[in-house]
C-alpha cells in the first residue's frame, strides 16, 4: 500500500502596492529640500572659509618666510577685503554639485 502524503501549501507572494501619486510627490519633494539644503550648505561653507583658504594658498606660494598677518596686510593692500574671496565663485559653483548629492 502506497501512501499519498498531502502537499505543503505554498507560501503565496504578495506584491507590495506601488506608492499613489501624494506619496511620490512627498518623496520627490524630499528628495528636492535635500539636494538644495546640501547645495546651500556647501556654498555658504566655501563662501565663510575663503578667506582663510587663500591666506594658505598665499603663505604656501609665497618665496618668503611670512607672517600670516603680514601676507593678510599684503592681500588687503592689492585687492582689499574682496581680494580674500577671490575665485570664490568658481569654488563655489565647483562644490554646488558635489555637496547636493552628499
Not at 520627490?28 to 539644503?37: D, E, Q, V
Not at 547645495?39 to 561653507?45: H, I, N
Request: without cysteine; proline residues 8%; hydrophobic residues 45%.
Amino acid at each position: 500500500s502506497s501512501s499519498v502524503q498531502p502537499r505543503k501549501p505554498r507560501a503565496i507572494r504578495v506584491k507590495p502596492l506601488p506608492p499613489d501619486a501624494a506619496e511620490r510627490k512627498a518623496s520627490r519633494a524630499s528628495a528636492t529640500r535635500h539636494l538644495f539644503s546640501g547645495a546651500v550648505a556647501g556654498a555658504v561653507s566655501n563662501t565663510v572659509v575663503a578667506p582663510l583658504d587663500i591666506l594658505r594658498l598665499n603663505i604656501i606660494v609665497s618665496s618668503e618666510r611670512q607672517n600670516p598677518v603680514e601676507v593678510a596686510r599684503g592681500i588687503f593692500a592689492r585687492g582689499g577685503v574682496r581680494a580674500f574671496w577671490h575665485g570664490n565663485s568658481a569654488d563655489v559653483a565647483r562644490t554646488i554639485p558635489v555637496s547636493a548629492i552628499r
